[in-house]
């Protein structure tokens, strides 16, 4: 979603960092067989081998070149059913509690409404179902906080927010942190496990 890099070009640059993070997310949803899940943001389908068998996954992404190429992975994946969808995240065609789970790997900072993302993502998934996130956010150390605030105009216009406060959007979208990783030989990277801040929210609580 909301990507400028080709489809080919995106996985020969950044498979080799991405795949072991997803991986990781994957298993933090703690999925069963024959669930269904919700992947955001999909992008070449390099979440797909991941999945464990018999998961029913619905891939949404805008750029229609990743589409196709996420098509290419499912296709050589017979061990879950994948579906996949030209969508906004920021609007889902998707009835409320669709899926047992979503997945949310490199999406937030890079749509132009987070908080929207994040409301129709916990619409979607059903009372009690898992929502993970997977990115890079604002560092809470200072000095690394300011660098990275910096850089904002130049990663901006290379298409994502490098200076995402994550707390604030959660809490406008009705979500707490469950559980929280950090991944990655630096620990730059985040799996945020999140649930509504209160039992009934269904993502229409917490208007701006």
């Known amino acids: 979603m909301y990507r400028i890099f ?22 933090e949803m703690g999925i069963r067989p024959g669930q269904t899940v919700l ?22 992404d805008l750029n229609a070149e990743m589409l196709k190429k996420a098509e290419e992975k499912a296709r050589e ?8 969808f030209r969508m906004d995240g ?9 899926f047992d789970h979503a997945l949310l790997a490199f999406v937030v900072t890079v749509v132009p409404d987070p908080v929207a993302l994040l409301r129709e993502t916990q619409r979607v998934v059903r009372p009690g179902g898992s929502i993970v996130i997977l990115n890079h956010f604002l560092s809470r150390h200072k000095f690394v906080a300011g660098l990275e605030r910096l850089a904002r105009p ?15 959007v959660l809490e406008r979208s009705g979500l707490r942190i469950l559980r929280e990783q950090k ?26």
């Open 6 to 27: 080709y489809a080919g070009f995106y996985d020969v640059a950044f498979q080799w960092m991405v795949r072991p993070r997803i991986r990781a997310a994957v298993e």
């Open 39 to 60: 992947d955001l943001g999909i992008g070449t389908g390099l979440s797909l081998p991941f999945f464990p068998e018999g998961t029913r996954v619905a891939g949404v």
């Open 77 to 84: 994946n017979g061990r879950i059913r994948t579906s996949l």
């Open 90 to 98: 920021q609007r889902l065609g998707f009835k409320d509690a669709s």
């Open 154 to 168: 130049i990663c901006k216009r290379l298409g994502w927010h490098s200076d995402l406060e994550i707390e604030p």
């Open 183 to 208: 991944i990655g030989r630096t620990r730059y990277w985040r799996i945020l496990h999140v649930e509504p801040d209160r039992p009934g929210n269904n993502g229409r609580a917490h208007d701006a």
